[in-house]
């Protein structure tokens, strides 16, 4: 993964989300590939029974778009996900990024590919209890690092995990810890965390299964000025229709295959 370049590397301009600017409005897509699957296949064991869950998807997914990939309960919406974040293989089939190969990666590198250029964030947060908020920002910067080479860009990494915190409206929460959070602010949470190293890509599983509407409302605003203003791409897995216009464009799976984009 020599030839993809560190996003650390391009500075970026400081985001800040203004109140009257909606979050709503589609931005044309880039004409770059920027992600892409081709004849992916997936399947789950249960018992000696193999459970299909992909069937051959193709997916084109451009710079700087928003895209939501829609269906009913498994139909493999995550599983696609997670194929296209590399936590999990295809049985067949690929998966490219910038033009480069990633499914068959090994686990180091797929797991630096993730930590450089990929954002993540669930449905159930996955903080971390023990630390605190602006901590749980932090951990990729902890990960990324040596102990050494994090201690000395630790006021580095600190103001940003702050700015980020700023930016999505907790900043006040900074030291307290998940289980003094709303599900709300634990979503906010996440979504800084997954911004800290600057990713080129952000992949959401159902970033708002777990909220109210008025809520999700709030984190879709988020997401859509994140794609808008940073022209970060986003891809959102949700089964929520209202949610899923609130993007660029939509694919639906039924049965693992897709329907129409």
């Known amino acids: 993964m020599s030839s993809i370049s560190d996003p650390r590397q391009t500075s970026r301009p400081a985001l800040r989300l203004s109140e009257g600017t909606s979050a709503l409005a589609a931005q044309p897509r880039s004409s770059k590939v920027q992600m892409a699957t081709r004849q992916l296949f997936k399947s789950y064991q249960k018992?000696?029974?193999?459970?299909?869950v992909l069937q051959g998807i193709d997916l084109d997914i451009y710079e700087g778009e928003f895209l939501a990939i829609v269906g009913s309960s498994g139909c493999g919406k995550s599983t696609l996900l997670h194929?296209?974040?590399?936590?999990?293989?295809?049985?067949?089939?690929?998966?490219h990024f910038d033009g480069h190969r990633?499914?068959?990666?090994?686990?180091?590198?797929?797991?630096?590919?993730?930590?450089?250029?990929?954002?993540?964030?669930?449905q159930f947060y996955h903080l971390l209890p023990e630390l605190t908020a602006l901590e749980n920002v932090l951990a990729p910067a902890l990960i990324?690092?040596?102990?050494?080479?994090?201690?000395?860009?630790?006021?580095?990494?600190?103001?940003?995990?702050?700015?980020?915190?700023?930016?999505?409206?907790?900043?006040?929460?900074?030291?307290?810890?998940?289980?003094?959070l709303?599900?709300?602010?634990?979503?906010?949470?996440?979504?800084?965390?997954?911004?800290?190293?600057?990713?080129?890509?952000?992949?959401a599983d159902e970033p708002t299964g777990n909220l109210d509407r008025s809520t999700g409302k709030q984190i879709?605003?988020?997401?859509?000025?994140?794609?808008?203003?940073?022209?970060?791409?986003?891809?959102m897995v949700t089964h929520d229709p209202w949610i899923a216009e609130q993007a660029d464009r939509t694919v639906k799976l039924v049965e693992g295959r897709i329907q129409g984009s």
């Open 102 to 122: 990633i499914d068959n990666l090994p686990n180091a590198s797929r797991d630096l590919l993730r930590n450089k250029h990929f954002g993540m964030i669930f």
């Open 47 to 52: 018992g000696s029974f193999g459970i299909p």
């Open 144 to 180: 990324t690092e040596s102990t050494l080479g994090y201690w000395f860009r630790r006021g580095e990494h600190r103001r940003r995990a702050g700015e980020l915190l700023e930016l999505v409206g907790i900043s006040h929460r900074a030291k307290h810890k998940p289980r003094e």
């Open 220 to 235: 879709m605003k988020i997401l859509g000025e994140l794609n808008q203003r940073e022209k970060l791409t986003i891809v």
């Open 83 to 95: 194929l296209l974040g590399t936590l999990d293989r295809p049985d067949a089939g690929e998966v």
């Open 182 to 203: 709303s599900g709300g602010e634990m979503q906010r949470a996440a979504i800084a965390r997954a911004l800290l190293n600057k990713p080129r890509v952000l992949l």
